[in-house]
């Protein structure tokens, strides 16, 4: 099993520019979440999806949009990126929610410039 | 005041020492409680979930003070492979991450 993975690594966008992060998950997960993480922040919850078909606001989603294509991927698109969004972006899967561990992928490393 | 308060550090220990990380959190509604490891430029992984009797793992022992909302880890005989931060984790309706602390293990 290849757990969660993450396209892409890295990217680097200019002010204005549309991107979409994706994410995938090979362990028939219900649950599945989008994390920024910033220094000093800790990860802080841009949107989450409980199940398939389904999708909440978490702590920061303004600037964001996500989209549960089906079980397996959570997507999250940035329509007009701005130097605030650098941050590293992390998806992250649970098998029935909050309660268990989460599994998360390696991580997207995004500049804003 | 942030959700999740942990002591960022660092904390620069040698090997074989015996090191304690504190954690505090707001929401007395919180259900469940977790660290997790975060290795440098890497994903965090869970390292244990903490109980309310508190709970062992080899040299990781995790504590919950539901009264005084405060979660403890300590780690006995470090490693050098202990290196990494450690987040603290307090799921009430989400999952909310302290800002980790920092631990680097010397030789």
């Known amino acids: 099993n290849a757990g969660v993975t993450q396209t892409p690594k890295f990217q680097v966008l200019k002010t204005g520019q549309s991107m979409t992060l994706q994410c995938a998950q090979d362990?028939?997960?219900?649950?599945m979440y989008w994390y920024r993480q910033d220094p000093g922040m800790g990860l802080r919850l841009i949107y989450y999806?409980?199940?398939?078909?389904?999708?909440d606001k978490g702590e920061v989603p303004n600037g964001y949009n996500v989209s549960r294509l089906n079980k397996r991927e959570f997507s999250l698109r940035l329509e007009s990126a701005a130097p605030s969004q650098t941050s590293v972006y992390f998806c992250?899967?649970?098998?029935?929610?909050?309660?268990?561990?989460?599994?998360f992928g390696p991580g997207t490393r995004l500049l804003v410039l | 005041r942030k959700e999740v308060e942990q002591d960022p550090g660092p904390f620069n220990v040698p090997e074989g020492a015996t090191v304690a990380f504190n954690c505090t959190y707001s929401?007395?509604?919180?259900?469940?409680f977790f660290w997790y490891r975060q290795d440098c430029r890497k994903e965090p992984k869970l390292l244990m979930s903490?109980?309310?009797s508190g709970n062992e793992d080899g040299r990781f022992t995790a504590q919950l003070n539901r009264a005084s909302q405060y979660i403890s880890l300590l780690i006995r005989d470090s490693k050098l492979s202990d290196s990494a931060t450690y987040l603290c984790?307090?799921?009430?309706?989400?999952?909310?991450f302290g800002a980790g602390t920092r631990l680097t293990v010397k030789p």
């Open positions: 929401n007395s509604a919180s259900q469940s």
């Open positions: 999806s409980a199940s398939e078909g389904t999708t």
């Open positions: 903490v109980y309310s």
């Open positions: 984790v307090v799921n009430a309706n989400d999952m909310r």
């Open positions: 992250a899967s649970t098998n029935t929610g909050l309660q268990e561990r989460q599994y």
């Open positions: 362990m028939n997960h219900n649950s």
